[in-house]
Structure formats: C-alpha cells, structure tokens
C-alpha cells in the first residue's frame, strides 16, 4: 500500500475520532452553558443573539395620497397601477393642494 494512501485513511481515522469526541464533549458543554443561562438569568439578547421571524414582513403604512377624484372622492398615492378614473388624464388636475402636510 502506497504512503499516500495510508495517510490518507490515517486522516479519515483521525476524523472520525475528532467528531466523536466533539459529540462527547457536546453534551457536557450545553448543560454547563444552560445551567449559566438559568444561574445568571441570561436572555438571547445579553448573549448577543438576534430572534429571527419567519412568515410575513410586517406590513407597511400606506402612502399618503397624492391625487384625488374629485367626483368620486377616490384617492390615489401615485404608485402602482393608476385607477381608472386617472388614467389618459392630466395628472395635475387631480393634484391634492399638499400644502396643508
């Protein structure tokens, strides 16, 4: 058997011992570092650690409006798809005095 690969199955060896005894050493790690948490009354936050959230962004506050129907009412902030009763207009008619924000 060549050098190479007997050294090559002496590090494989290695390895595998070296995880062993992480997952030995584990244990007895956690309980020391849970009994400090409790003794100490220690929160994620004191040990620098950030609450990750899953699911939905909070949603955001509307946009203020910035154009109004004057017939209907209707107002519109000026982003995404234009209403109907704005569309093939001039916008400036339906311009809010925005003097007042």
Known sequence: MSQYIELKAQIAKLQEQAEEARRTELEAVLVD???KIVE???TAQDLGL??????????KEPLPPVY????????????GKPPKW????SRERFLINQEHS
């Open 86 to 89: 704005i569309v093939g207009k």
């Open 50 to 59: 950030t609450v990750v959230r899953r699911g939905r962004p909070p949603k």
């Open 33 to 35: 570092i849970r009994r």
């Open 40 to 42: 100490y009354g220690l």
């Open 68 to 79: 109004q129907d004057p017939k209907s009412g209707n107002t519109w902030s000026g982003r």
